[in-house]
């Protein structure tokens, strides 16, 4: 069976899933729904086969689509997933972040209960190859993780189209727009679901001076957080995004009670200065207690997949394990709830920095409802060993 994409949305994100679906054999797009007449333009050229329509019931109409892609702006995607669940519910891999309010969850909720096809959430950091390396080999190389902790040190948030992504009503916050990725990947390695969340953040550096339609950006440029997990774990995040000097752009370290493992990843091969020669490779690098002495290991990508996006091979790797669970050849790896998490801990991140109050997850309703009762006896849990 070969698949036919459906594309919502084909701006920056959305010109990378073209490039990428267009490497995958037995692979096409068979329709694209974009309003914004560049990024259509580019979009025809990169995939002339492909039909353009002026809507979302006019994609559904096309027959031989059978998948989706949405990688529209963050605000639109849960009406949007609601809008195909009423009409034709196609299996649809959806760009980050699910939702953008607290008072979204609900309808989130339902969607959830309701909607019949895969719904896989482009968590695609999972599958940058060194950090899937480096989750493969955590648990032998610590003994079980105890502290971990993801630094992105890089460049400032690129002019997307209408510069939807300068304002915090249409991205969620930095928080959630960009942290969820790394929200995502907490919960996934450490395999455990957050309880208190404590953070401070702020817009610093960037786009500062900025004004869109009369409103100033108020997008945040750099933060911490610290998150409390029910396995009694805990995880850091630092972002920067006025550091796009630094050699690697994520850099993730796991500990644990017989050692450490981290992995250096790099940014976009095109920011990277020619003067300096070839790009970074990315690294994992295992540092056991006993015997002492780090061992470091190259873990180099298909260049084919560098040239092809921006996220280090993972856009490539994501929809080839979204295509198998399309295909019952396999199972989605990134449901829903772990993109509802992932939100969910940006929110009360973003939360905390503006009250300076540390965030219990079990009393926010935009936590995902089926863990609530989980999440207040594990709080308790982790109080009594406090």
Known sequence: MKLNYGIIGCGMMGQEHLRNIALLPDTGVAAIYEPDAGMRALAAEAVPGAKMVDSIADLLDVAE?????????????????????????????????????????????????????????????????????????????????????????????????????????????????????????????????????????????????????????????????????????????????????????????AVGPTGKIECLVPGPGRFWPEHLGEPPIAQVIVSPRDPKGPRMVEIPVDPALLEAGDHNGSTFYQHQRFQKAVLGLGHVEVALSDGWWAVAMGLAAQESAQTGQAVELATRSYAPSSRSGYAAAAHAALAARA
């Open 65 to 253: 689509v059978n998948c989706l892609l949405i990688a529209s702006p963050n605000y639109l995607h849960l009406a949007q997933l609601e809008a195909i669940a009423s009409m034709r519910p196609l299996p649809v891999l959806v760009e980050k972040p699910l939702f953008t309010a607290p008072e979204d969850a609900p309808r989130l909720a339902a969607l959830r209960a309701a909607y019949p096809a895969p719904i896989w959430v482009a968590m695609e950091y999972r599958y940058m190859p060194p950090v899937a390396r480096m989750i493969e080999e955590a648990e032998a190389a610590t003994g079980g993780i105890k502290m971990l902790s993801i630094r992105e040190h890089r460049f400032p948030f690129l002019e997307k189209v209408g510069d939807w992504n300068r304002l915090n009503r249409n991205t969620g916050g930095t928080l959630v727009e960009k942290c969820c990725h790394f929200f995502d990947l907490m919960r996934h390695i450490l395999k455990s679901d957050p309880v208190r969340v404590m953070a401070s953040g702020g817009q610093t550096v960037n786009h500062l001076d900025e004004v869109y339609g009369g409103e100033r950006s108020d997008i945040w440029d750099n933060a911490y957080v610290i998150v409390d997990f029910a396995s009694g774990a805990r995880a850091m995040l630092e972002l920067c995004m006025f550091a796009e000097g630094s050699r690697y752009q994520e850099e993730i370290s």
